[in-house]
């Protein structure tokens, strides 16, 4: 489905396009700003923790917590080289520089089996759907029996699941949103950085590399994964009059069941 009939510009396999799209997103940044926090509450109380970044792009999801004295190891996983070259490079001069990793987070193979935090910033919604569940078992899977997950997503107001074009309009209400938020803040926002806003929107309306769902699906797929919801809130956008009750940028601590 064509909503923006302009050829618009691509942060795919970008990540200086990626990371001016999403620090022009005031609901990208808060998300991240509270999933660091959430994560850093969890390490507070263990010593060498090892921390896993699913999915974890040009390194913005591990920037908040890096920095903590009780990490000892960090790993991050992405299917992008060009990110994870600008990853490695923006973490060069750090204390505790993570190991980056190319490959699937579906079945990468990691150098250990236990990871007491696992950051997945916008992960689950860059895997089909199809493998869902299979990812978020294999979080299940890596996660430490008192370790915790931070889940922090982007969720489209509720629509019926079979339905193409309930689904069309949940992505571009959630997308006319993101942009009027973010011209609120840079009411000078550029033409240019809109325009990659609504890249995103289209690969969710095409069913390509953005596979996002309602509340209610991803709370099914996490139940099906036996991973049980310690803290959640949504950290955007302020109130429902635009999304509805339950679209909006989330972030969740989640443990074992
Ligand atoms: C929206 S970005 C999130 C990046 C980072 N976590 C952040 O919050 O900025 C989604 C990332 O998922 C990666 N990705 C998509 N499918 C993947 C897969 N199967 N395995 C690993 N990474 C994948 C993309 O390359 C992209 O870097």
Redesign the pocket.
């Known amino acids: 489905m064509r909503y923006y009939m302009t050829s618009l510009p691509d942060y795919k396999n970008d990540p200086e396009a990626y990371e001016i799209e ?1 620090r022009s997103r005031p609901d990208e940044m808060l998300m ?1 700003e509270v999933a660091g926090e959430m994560a850093i509450e969890s390490l507070e109380n263990i010593h060498n923790v090892a921390v896993l ?6 390194g ?2 591990l920037e908040r917590i890096i920095n903590h004295p009780n990490i000892s190891c960090a790993v991050g ?4 080289q060009p ?1 994870l070259d600008f990853a490695k490079i923006k973490y060069k001069q750090h204390r505790l520089k993570p190991t980056f990793i190319l ?4 079945s990468v193979r990691l150098p250990r089996e236990q990871w007491d935090v696992i950051m997945l ?3 689950y919604h ?2 089909e759907h199809e493998r869902k569940v299979e990812f978020l078992n294999r979080v299940h899977y890596l996660l430490d029996n008192s370790g915790y997950a931070i889940i ?1 997503e982007n969720v489209l107001p509720e629509y019926e699941e079979s339905n193409t074009k309930e689904y069309a309009h949940a992505v571009k209400q959630f997308y006319t949103e993101v942009l009027n938020t973010a011209k609120q803040q840079n009411p000078n926002l550029p033409d240019y950085v809109a325009n990659l806003i609504k890249r995103v929107a289209q690969y969710g309306y095409d069913g390509d590399y953005e596979y996002k769902v309602s509340l209610s699906l991803l709370l099914k797929d996490l139940a099906k994964a036996r991973l049980q919801i310690v803290t959640q809130k949504r950290v955007w956008p302020k109130d429902e009059s635009k999304l509805g009750k339950t679209g909006g940028n989330y972030v969740f601590k989640v443990c074992c069941l």
């Open positions: 999403e991240l970044d699913l999915c974890c792009g040009t913005l999801s996983v992405d299917i992008c990110y490959g699937d987070a579906v910033a916008s992960a860059h895997i922090a």
